[in-house]
T-cell receptor, first 111, second 114 residues
């Protein structure tokens, strides 16, 4: 119940393409769903986050799609660039409880 | 605004030795977290502080790990004695408070136990 399952483990996308990473959860008490981007040797950086009262949030080229009934959410990166190559983590929490992370997706954008 | 600071950035020790990591959170952030990130995995929470009190330490191996945040600002995480399986990146994060959701991470300390 405390898990967030993330897929795929790795993803290769051509420059200019759309990168899509998916996450699923079981705990319906989760009320905050962030995505983190992590470059090698760096800490995770908050990229974008959503709460379950909206179905989509867009910030620049990054969009979160949220399906409350299916208990799934996904990150879409439009016009993917080589600089987007990194590991992406979805996460979830509720209230003051701890943040639980997915296993991560290593994204590679080929030029 | 300065980010979360951590030191050292790298540490190599022999098993059974002790090691300490330091974290200074973003100014004004009441909540501080220590995470362990094993290679190829997502971060796992070890301990969460609200000001200088412990909120959650359920996943902290208390026989060897300890942490403190005495004045409610910076924090130290100690491992004594270290085991081979403690090799990981130790990340510190902070947030304004535990309810806001947004956590900001430091660069981490990469620990190698030989």
């Amino acid at each position: 119940q405390q898990q967030v399952k993330q897929s795929p483990q790795s993803l290769i996308v051509q420059k200019g393409g759309i990168s899509i990473i998916n996450c699923a959860y079981e705990n319906t008490a989760f009320d905050y769903f962030p995505w983190y981007q992590q470059f090698p040797g760096k800490g995770p950086a908050l990229l974008i986050a959503i709460r379950p009262d909206v179905s989509e949030k867009k910030e620049g080229r990054f969009t979160i799609s949220f399906n409350k009934s299916a208990k799934q959410f996904s990150l879409h990166i439009m016009d993917s660039q080589p600089g987007d190559s990194a590991t992406y983590f979805c996460a979830a929490k509720w209230g003051a409880q701890k943040l639980v992370f997915g296993q991560g997706t290593r994204l590679t954008i080929n030029p | 605004e300065a980010g979360v600071a951590q030191s050292p950035r790298y540490k190599i020790i022999e098993k059974r030795q002790s090691v300490a990591f330091w974290c200074n959170p973003i100014s004004g952030h009441a909540t501080l977290y220590w995470y362990q990130q094993i290679l190829g995995q997502g971060p796992k929470l070890l301990i969460q502080f609200q000001n200088n009190g412990v909120v959650d330490d359920s996943q902290l191996p208390k026989d060897r790990f300890s942490a403190e945040r005495l004045k409610g600002v910076d924090s130290t995480l100690k491992i004594q004695p270290a085991k081979l399986e403690d090799s990981a990146v130790y990340l510190c994060a902070s947030s304004l408070n535990a309810d806001t959701g947004a956590q900001y991470f430091g660069p981490g300390t990469r620990l190698l136990v030989l």
